[in-house]
């Protein structure tokens, strides 16, 4: 069974840093490194939205929200995609969503609360 395991969420304070980690279990190295991957977000009482993408060569993509503040890798050897978020804000608050598009599976999210 495809697994994908989020963690790093905690409560920060504006302006701190905070690294998300992503980790495909159920899946084979093979399947996960041919395929983009992304990390979305949920504030509370909105819809689910897109932070960044990575593709299979490492090509990625931020919403305007992340530009410049994110960064998004992956390290295929370890099933793993990373959302490193600087100079965090308090509209950054959500849960925190990893995805494999290609199959359209999910993790279970992970909470990142910014104060100011």
């Known amino acids: 069974q495809v697994r994908l395991v989020e963690s790093g969420g905690g409560f920060m304070q504006a302006g701190e840093s905070l690294s998300l980690f992503c980790v495909g279990t159920?899946?084979?190295?093979?399947?996960?490194?041919?395929?983009?991957m992304a990390w979305y977000r949920q504030a509370p009482g909105k819809q689910r939205n897109l932070v960044a993408t990575?593709?299979?060569?490492?090509?990625?993509n931020y919403a305007d929200s992340a530009k410049g503040r994110f960064t998004i890798s992956r390290d295929n050897a370890k099933n793993t995609v990373y959302l490193q978020m600087d100079n965090l804000k308090p509209e950054d608050t959500a849960v925190y969503y990893c995805?494999?598009?290609?199959?359209?599976?999910w993790g279970q999210g992970t909470q990142v609360t910014v104060s100011s």
């Open positions: 995805h494999l598009p290609t199959f359209d599976y």
């Open positions: 159920g899946v084979s190295g093979a399947i996960f490194r041919i395929n983009t």
């Open positions: 990575i593709t299979a060569d490492g090509n990625t």
